[in-house]
């Protein structure tokens, strides 16, 4: 009588695995769109020390960093040793706008023939590298997630942002390119998006297994 109650038990626990599983096959899905007011404020050209190339403005000030975030988990992310680059080059930060995941890692080569500094005061991880010359660079880990603002104490037009995610969903996207994540589990999301400039946006949202939901974010 109990062997029958555990083997009517079992298969009926498999039965709902095995139903969770094929609800999760295709998994939930968030896309959207995120807008951007306007140009971000470009500082004039500076010229470097030797006096070689006057430098235009920021090519990149148009791409987002965009995440999407599973409240309902604790999980930790998953990194690798592998460290991301933003660069100090024609006295620009060179991307100047990255997302990693919580433990990831962030070097900072100096290729300028100046000397640059990198530092923030940004709340989920505030450091300052000091002053580096060329050829010179420094590595952070970053173990908080949140919107990090990245400056040099020397030139006041460098700026960049460093998107920290506790999340495995995330990418840098060009303004005005859709984004989307797929397979998601159900449950509820915090959807992020930031540019270099710091200015941000989020919103949360809850999905079904294999619901596809649409959000709209505008950056402030
Ligand atoms: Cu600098």
Same mark, same amino acid.
Request: hydrophobic fraction near 45%; include cysteine.
């Given at each position: ?56 403005? %920021?090519?990149?000030?148009? #791409? ?43 070097? +900072? ?41 990245? +400056? ?21 996207? %060009? ?43 505008? #950056?402030?």
């Amino acid at each position: 009588m109990k062997l029958v109650f555990r083997i009517v038990a079992v298969s009926m626990l498999g039965l709902a695995f095995s139903t969770v599983c094929t609800a999760d096959v295709k998994g939930a899905e968030i896309h959207g769109t995120v807008n951007v007011p306007g140009a971000v404020h470009t500082p004039p050209p500076r010229y470097l020390g030797g006096g070689t190339s006057g430098v235009k403005g %920021n090519p990149q000030t148009e #791409l987002i960093a965009v995440a999407v975030e599973w409240l309902d988990s604790a999980m930790a992310p998953a990194v690798t040793d592998t460290a991301l680059v933003m660069a100090q080059e024609n006295t620009w930060f060179v991307p100047n706008l990255l997302v990693v995941p919580v433990g990831g890692q962030v070097t +900072f080569p100096n290729h300028d023939a100046i000397f640059h500094n990198v530092f923030s005061y940004s709340p989920p991880h505030s450091f300052d590298l000091g002053r580096y010359p060329k050829g010179q660079t420094r590595t952070v880990r970053f173990e908080e997630h949140g919107i990090v603002r990245i +400056f040099c104490e020397i030139h006041a037009s460098m700026y960049g942002t460093i998107l920290v995610v506790n999340s495995n969903w995330y990418r840098v996207i %060009n303004a005005g390119i859709p984004f989307d994540f797929g397979g998601l589990p159900s449950g509820n999301f915090r959807v992020i998006a930031v540019d270099a400039a710091g200015r941000r946006s989020m919103q949360d949202v809850h999905v079904d297994a294999s619901e596809s939901k649409s959000v709209s974010l505008t #950056l402030k």
